[in-house]
Nanobody, 119 residues
Framework: QVQVVESGGGLVALGGSLRLSCATSGNIFSISTMGWYRQAPGKERELVAA??????????NLADSVKGRFTISRDNAKKTVYLQMNGLKPEDTAVYYC??????????WGQGTQVTVSS
């Protein structure tokens, strides 16, 4: 089970950048694939970025909508996952969450962090 606290969101202009952080607690972070999800108003939550465990190669995978603009990374020593977002667009506006991929039945969602991109 992983507990998460997301931070780093805010209001940014079109084309701007933000770096999100996800601090975790629990004993299985290092062996878990971690991901960033987002939920825009009126839409379902979607997975936008994932990174496998170090032992699995730390392989990253990005949704087509964010490829070339977002980068996911992890620091196992700090049990933290990051999402660097560049070239932000209004359609990136959403609440961003992190969690395991796939999310376990006993993994709770954090409060998320709001990202708003103004045009």
């Amino acid at each position: 089970q992983v507990q998460v606290v997301e931070s780093g969101g805010g209001l940014v202009a079109l084309g701007g950048s933000l770096r999100l952080s996800c601090a975790t607690s629990g004993n299985i972070f290092s062996i878990s694939t971690m991901g960033w999800y987002r939920q825009a108003p009126g839409k379902e939550r979607e997975l936008v970025a994932a990174v496998t465990s170090v032992t699995s190669g730390g392989i990253t995978n990005l949704a087509d909508s964010v490829k070339g603009r977002f980068t996911i990374s992890r620091d196992n020593a700090k049990k933290t996952v990051y999402l660097q977002m560049n070239g932000l667009k209004p359609e990136d506006t959403a609440v961003y969450y992190c969690n395991r991929v796939p999310k376990g039945p006993f993994d709770n969602w954090g409060q998320g962090t709001q990202v708003t991109v103004s045009s």
